[in-house]
């Protein structure tokens, strides 16, 4: 009896990537990419492209600049889109119940593994294809070696292991999709910026700057940077790399740490997928919390406090709310002692960093940094939460249950809001306490700005004012924004995503595609308030403010602020408007008008006489009767 000899193939890969090839989405994604990219790179390289024009020798040696923003640009995308592609290749399998037969088969789980990632890497390698025109144009005007081309081509590989791998083992440990894609973005925010804020605190106790200690060690700023500086990402010594000189040795030392970093979360994601396989459902965010509740009971049950607690968890009756009691009373971002948790972890290291700074350095510039990542997980987490609101009950199918209730939608969708708000009112603190000791250091040390100086002098009023009208008005756009997206999106965790990738566009997508060609075909000159032109992008107001750059608007900041936040309030406003106006239609309630031509059309069809009871006196009678969408039923939108 012959044996036949088995067949290697990739049975798991070919699946994945015959199901992204039959979705029309996969195209038009790539076609959006391929168009965003090659706009983008046309504005930025305009100048060099209008100098080759007039003389076509002026251009050469320009390939340098031009391949360092194209690489940078390729590890925004990877930084921002990788996370979210890979973040559900296991956790979709648990969702659907499927994970269990892939084990049943013959693959193993570091197969099952290798060609899950491999599924996402290749996509992702496609995109940084789209790129290799724009890359071999840079390369064809010089100024780049070959050294430095491979290097940047190295570099963009990393980051993709390594934000793919971090990706994996989040998808690997969590249940739901929502939990990996937040938790994922979290641990990159941790791994890029906490060498930072580690070094900040070692510099502030010892008084021991990086300079003193490259310059101890004998070494290069250049060489010794990104070694001091392991979990950051391949971008910062791509950047260094293109702009300080090529070093073999700083190169292989620093792939070495990141490949040794991907090889981590990889075995992590192999221990997790076979351990947290088949856990119940549950949710691992108030598994988190309870754990920190027994940490904070033994270290509160001492001599000095005895137990005493400052926020008491109260459970009320319903009474007249019952929606903002479930989601208050019953959900862990939405219960005191929870939300208390959420603050002290936020507030105390926010605090601690601002005394170390405001201590040990003459400049607020490290406040500054340190708003970027409390900006990103405060806005990481309000819209997440917002856009789970109505998704998450689609998602559990709850949202018929729901919406039985003699509430209307608006009722429901307000009362679900209040957890949300909770939230908000939480994370406005870490902020104001940022802006507090910002103030501090800038008034201790402002002086009068020189009469031609981009900078004007700092103004404490103008500060204060802009600063809380950004938080007071941007985290409530985002909610309602995030909200009306989950309203329309039947998937929780593609809510989320579509979520955060609107208000991301919103912030970018305005300074490339209309501030750009403004400046290329106007070419304004300084202080002639073509600033304004910025507050197209919300995002702007907040980096003026910060680098007191107000030159810009004509020194007219006051008038900046009003147009600003007059505008994104209106678009506030729209937004709760759009939410709560056809709530009932979004979430599935249909209202059907009996009016006499629909009676007219149903007794026509069955050749019966229309009774008259269902005549008005004018014969244009409408009486609404409200019917709840079946599960069969396209969402609304």
């Known amino acids: 009896m012959t044996r036949r000899p088995a067949s290697f193939g990739l049975p798991l890969l070919a699946k994945e990537l015959l199901e992204q090839a039959a979705r029309k989405r996969t195209y038009a994604v790539r076609t959006a990419y391929a168009v965003l990219l090659f706009v983008a790179a046309y504005l930025f390289f305009y100048e060099i492209l209008r100098t080759g024009v007039a003389s076509p020798l002026a251009a050469l040696g320009r390939g340098r600049e031009m391949f360092a923003a194209l690489v940078m640009m390729q590890f925004a995308g990877v930084y921002f889109f990788m996370p979210a592609i890979t973040c559900g290749v296991i956790t979709q399998e648990k969702e659907r119940a499927s994970l269990q037969l892939l084990f049943l088969t013959r693959l193993g789980p570091w197969t099952i593994l290798f060609e899950k990632l491999t599924s996402r890497l290749i996509p992702m390698l496609g995109y940084l294809m789209l790129s290799l025109p724009l890359l071999a144009f840079a390369y064809a005007l010089g100024g780049i070696s070959p050294e430095h081309l491979c290097a940047g081509v190295g570099m963009l590989a990393l980051a993709m292991i390594q934000m793919g791998t971090l990706a994996l083992a989040c998808s690997a440990y969590f249940r739901t999709t929502v939990g990996a894609f937040i938790w994922t973005y979290l641990l990159a925010l941790a791994m890029f910026f906490g060498p930072a804020v580690c070094w900040l ?56 740490l990141v490949l040794a970093a991907s090889a981590v979360w990889l075995v992590l994601a192999r221990v997790f997928i076979v351990r947290r396989a088949f856990i119940a459902p549950r949710d691992a965010v108030l598994n988190v919390f309870k754990s920190l509740d027994r940490i904070f009971l033994r270290l509160n049950d001492n001599w000095l406090t005895r137990g005493f607690v400052f926020v008491r968890d109260t459970a009320p009756l319903p009474g007249d709310e019952p929606v903002a009691w479930r989601e208050t009373a019953k959900r862990s971002l939405g219960k005191a002692r929870y939300l208390a948790r959420v603050f002290i972890g936020l507030e105390v290291p926010v605090a601690a960093l601002c005394v170390l700074v405001i201590a040990n350095t003459p400049s607020a510039e490290p406040l500054t940094l340190l708003l970027i990542p409390v900006g990103l997980v405060a806005v990481l987490m309000v819209s997440a939460q917002s856009a789970s609101l109505i998704a998450g009950e689609r998602s559990h199918q709850t949202l018929d249950v729901l919406c039985t209730t003699p509430l209307t939608g608006r009722e429901i969708i307000r009362q679900k809001f209040r957890a949300v708000l909770r939230l908000m009112l939480v994370l406005l603190v870490p902020f104001f306490t940022i802006f507090f000791f910002e103030c501090a250091m800038k008034w201790r040390i402002a002086v009068p700005a020189p009469p031609r100086s981009y900078h004007l002098e700092f103004s404490l009023p103008l500060y204060l004012t802009c600063s809380a009208l950004s938080v007071g008005i941007y985290l409530p756009m985002v909610a309602w924004l995030s909200l009306y997206i989950g309203l329309r999106v039947k998937s929780q965790a593609r809510a989320i995503v579509a979520a955060l990738g609107a208000f991301v566009v919103w912030c970018v997508a305005p300074l490339v595609f209309i501030v750009m060609p403004l400046d290329i075909l106007t070419r304004p000159q300084p202080g002639t308030g073509f600033g304004f032109v910025f507050l197209v992008s919300p995002a702007a107001i907040v980096a003026f403010n910060e680098t007191n750059g107000w030159r810009e608007l004509a020194n007219h900041p006051w008038l900046a602020v009003v147009i600003n936040f007059t505008f994104y309030g209106a678009c506030l406003c729209l937004f709760r408007w759009l939410c709560l106006s056809a709530a009932d239609r979004l979430l599935g309630r249909i209202e059907v008008y009996e009016s006499s031509r629909f009676y007219d059309e149903l007794f026509s069809r069955h050749g019966a006489a229309r009774p008259p009871a269902a005549q008005s006196a004018n014969g244009s009678r409408r009486e609404p009767v409200t019917r709840l969408a079946s599960q069969d039923e396209p969402a609304a939108g």
């Open 201 to 256: 605190v070692a510099s502030s106790v010892t008084g021991l700057t990086l300079s003193d200690l490259v310059s101890r060690l004998g070494g290069n700023m250049i060489d010794i940077t990104p070694l001091m500086l392991p979990f950051f990402g391949p971008g910062v010594l791509s950047n260094s790399l293109f702009f300080g000189g090529f070093n073999l040795w700083t190169l292989v030392m620093h792939s070495v």
